[in-house]
Structure formats: C-alpha cells, structure tokens
C-alpha cells in the first residue's frame, strides 16, 4: 500500500521554493521544486501527492496550475498518474538520487554549552539497563527480569481504572502524583522499611535521576558542594553537573561511604548523595556507626543526605535493613525509590519522601516545572500495592533472584575459578568480582570490551570511578539472565579471556 504523505508537507516544500522564486510561470516554479524535493529524497518513492484541487487551494494557486506541473512531472518520470487512484512519487526515479551518486559530507562536530558538556562527562559510563546481546540477559546489571511479571493482572487493572474513570483521574492537577497511589507508598515504606510518611510527603517522580534533579533545583545553588560515592552511579553524577555542583568524590570501603573523609575534603557540603542499604556498585552496607557519623555531622553542617533505595526490596538473607531515614530525628534526609526494578523499567515511575518542611516546596517546584507526573499507570499501581499482588510478585522474585545468583556462582565456580574472584552477596541484582591469576594486571575496561565483541554484557568497575583512583573489578549481573545461557556464557568468557 503506498504510503501518503501529509498535505502540510507538500504545502511547505512546495512554499519553501515559490515564495520569492523569481520570475517563470507558477506550474514551473511549483514542478522544479516538487522535483528538487523527490530528488532530496524529501518525497520518498510510492508517497501519494495531494488530489490537485486540495493542493491548488492550499497554495493559492489554480487547479490547471496544479495539474500542468503534476503533467511535467509525469512526463519526465519523477510521478506517475494512476487513474482513479491519484499521483504517486515513481518507484523507479529516471536519474540517481544525490545520496546515491555520493555519501554526504561529515558534519563538523557542535559546540556545546558548558553545562551540556559537563553533564555529558560526568555521565561517562552509564549505559541502558538492556544492551543487545547473543547471550540475552547476560550479564546486565541492575536489570530486572521483565518476563516474570504478571502482566495480564496488569492489563485488567489498567482497564478497570481506565474503563470509568473519575474525573479527578481524567483531570489529574496533583503535582505529588495520584492520592491513591502515595496512601500506598506510604503504607508500603512504613511495613517494609520502617519509614513513618504522610502520604502528602510523598512525590511521585519519573525515577531516582529525577528525584535528584529536583532536589538540586530546591536546595543548591550553583558551585555548592556535594558529595558522592565513589565508585558511584554516573547518572547521578551527570544530574549533580548539569545543576552546576561541585561534586566531591568520597571513597566507599567495607562500611560504605567514608563520612571523615568527606569531612575533611568538604565539610560545608551542602548535599550527600548515598545508597546505605546496597551500595551502588560496591554492593556494600553502610554501617551503623557509619549512619549515626552521617546524620550528625548532616545535622551540624546544616546539609540534606539523598538516601538512594534503588534495590532494597531484593535482599535474600532476613528482612529488609532498615532504612536510613528511619534514623532520621532531624529531618535532614530525602528518601527515594524506584518502582522500576520492581516491576518494569519502562514504567519509570519511583517515589520522594521529602521531610515535612520540605514538603510543599517540592510539590510547588514540580508544579512549576513540568505540573504532573503522567496519570495514567498511577491507579493500577495504587491498586496493584493495596491488593497484595504487588507483595506476591515481590515474594517470587526474591525467590528467583537468590537462585540465580547461585547459579552464577556455582558455574564461575566451574569456569572462572582462578581468574575472577565472584563472592556471594546477600542482596541486589549483581555481583563484584575481581580478577585474579593471570587477570590480576589486566584492565576490567579491556576484559568488558573483549566480552562484548562476543556478545556478552559487563560492566567495568571503572566506569564508575570518578577519579581513576578506586578498585577495579566486573559487574555480573544475573537477574534478568537467561538461565539456559548462563553457563555457555561463562564458558565463553573464560575462553576470550585467556586465548
């Protein structure tokens, strides 16, 4: 079926040359540049050109114009006149196309702002969460298993929510997101990590990135300090510079972020941004000491903690640590979370938990910036959460994440043993290994990118150094990994990496 191309187009191409064209009879003007615009490929072959009364009455111009130029096409090739059906662009052009004859020039790279630039390099490293590859799910970090959600449950809850829906949903106007959907936040946060919430303290957010951003908009001025992890997430660091902070990066060790070293480097930092439940690469808890160092020098320097939750709900190993918040008696911390591991990335919804005297001036900012988030998921989730579904799903995930895990460690068991040192990790989507034996002096960006010629997707600890100065290590990630591919996949590795 031939496609057709909207009358606006050819109202515009059509202008672009007959305005001021000079002089010549107007099916001439009109024919050369129809003609110069299939040439350009602008008018793609087997496009349906207007009926020529429309076109004729779009331009002003009359219908015997019109048809005189679609008759000079017709002649020389460029369309062909189909009776009854119209005039379409030919299939078979009389000439070569300029694209054909020649690849087109290079064009000179941009230049950029400073604060594009910047952002851009701060997000050095960060990759999508799916990257194609012959081993599918192997191994991406931080992925989810998106097949095991129930999405036939989610299709009837959407279309129940959508079938009759009220007006207040239909309307939306809550810059903090739907009601329902922040009771259940809120209900949710205090069972499973301890966290005492107003549902009007919750904000609904696209995701931590923007939880982050917002943050920043509110509370820092351009050039105030803050710190970050590291290693760390390189999407927070790109939001920390495209809001003009000077990011000060504070090692992470065996109980988490180094809050005297912090101190020392930039003990007048306005913000910290942390992940105390599972450290983001690291996988490493913040320590109780740690937590308490934290909120009191938090309290004293008048600064505000970003406390990132991006996996908590995956731990094997007991209940879910408590969160930092839960500390919180000054209310110094911004608590946030993503609904997209737990369900599916593509939903990008995730939460804000501000302090109360936070609160109002975050729905203000995010009124002023961009209203709403979008409506339209926002009920099936709440309902989703009230019903239990959302808990059940949470269950079997646990359950099928634990097993993968071990899996991949009982495989690098059989084929890596000697060259990656893989430990087991009692929460989150990944595991850290470090290179041993004859890998011990090479780089992880080079084992990566030897992985990823054959398919298979890891991720360099360096990547997420911000000063080239941390460990050096690979992520595996085992959540969303095919299990029949796991074992080839690590077979494969250690074949690429000792030939």
């Not at 079926?1 to 040359?17: D, E, H, I, N, P």
């Not at 929510?161 to 239909?170: G, K, L, N, T």
Request: aromatic share 6%.
């Amino acid at each position: 079926m031939a496609r057709k191309a909207g009358l606006g187009t050819f109202v515009a191409l059509a202008q672009s040359g007959t305005e001021g064209a000079g002089d010549g009879p107007l099916f001439r003007l009109l024919y050369r540049d129809l003609r110069q615009a299939i040439l350009d490929g602008r008018l793609r072959a087997g496009a349906r050109l207007p009926a020529t009364r429309l076109l004729g009455r779009e331009l002003g111009l009359s219908r015997n114009t019109v048809l005189a130029a679609y008759d000079q096409l017709a002649s020389e090739g460029f369309i062909e006149l189909r009776h009854r059906s119209g005039a379409f662009v030919a299939a078979d052009l009389p000439i070569a196309l300029p694209a054909e004859r020649h690849a087109p020039a290079a064009l000179p790279p941009p230049r950029l702002g400073r604060s594009g630039a910047e952002t851009l390099a701060a997000a050095r490293g960060q990759r999508t969460a799916i990257e194609r590859a012959r081993w599918p799910g192997c191994f991406v970090a931080g992925a989810p298993d998106v097949s095991a959600f129930p999405f036939a449950l989610w299709a009837r809850l959407l279309a129940r929510a959508w079938r009759h829906p009220d007006h207040a949903i239909s309307l939306g106007g809550d810059a903090g997101g739907h009601p329902a959907l922040r009771r259940a936040i809120a209900d949710y946060l205090c069972e499973a990590r301890g966290i005492a919430c107003d549902p009007d303290h919750v904000l609904v957010v696209t995701g931590i990135r923007q939880a982050l951003d917002l943050s920043c908009r509110l509370l820092l001025d351009a050039g105030d300090r803050v710190w970050m992890e590291n290693p760390g997430y390189p999407g927070l660091r790109a939001v920390l510079a495209a809001n003009g902070a000077r990011i000060v990066p504070v090692p992470v060790d065996s109980e988490g972020i180094d809050v005297a070293v912090g101190q020392r480097r930039a003990g007048k930092a306005r913000l910290v941004c942390v992940a105390p439940s599972h450290q983001y690469p690291l996988g490493v808890t913040l320590s109780l000491p740690r937590r308490l160092m934290l909120l009191d020098w938090a309290r004293g320097a008048e600064a505000w903690v970003i406390e990132d939750d991006y996996d908590s709900e995956y731990r094997y190993a007991g209940r879910p640590l408590a969160a930092l918040k839960s500390l919180d008696a000054d209310n110094r911390v911004i608590y946030v979370g993503t609904l997209s591991k737990l369900l599916f990335p593509s939903l990008r919804l995730g939460y804000l938990i501000a302090p109360p005297q936070l609160a109002e001036p975050f729905r203000r900012l995010r009124a002023a910036l961009d209203d709403q988030p979008s409506m339209i998921a926002q009920p099936a989730l709440a309902e989703l959460f009230r019903s239990g579904q959302l808990a059940a799903h949470l269950r079997k995930m646990r359950q099928v994440y634990a097993a993968r895990q071990r899996r991949l460690l009982e495989g690098a068991a059989r084929h890596l043993a000697g060259l990656v040192d893989l430990r087991p990790d009692e929460a989150g989507l990944h595991l850290v290994g470090r290179q041993a034996g004859r890998l011990a002096r090479r780089r992880d960006v080079d084992l990566v990118a030897a992985a990823r010629k054959e398919g298979i997707v890891l991720s360099a600890l360096s990547d997420y150094d911000a000063l080239g100065t941390g460990p050096r290590g690979l992520m595996f990630g085992y959540a969303a990994a095919v299990e029949s591919s796991v074992e080839p996949a690590l077979r494969k590795l250690a074949e690429i990496w000792t030939r």
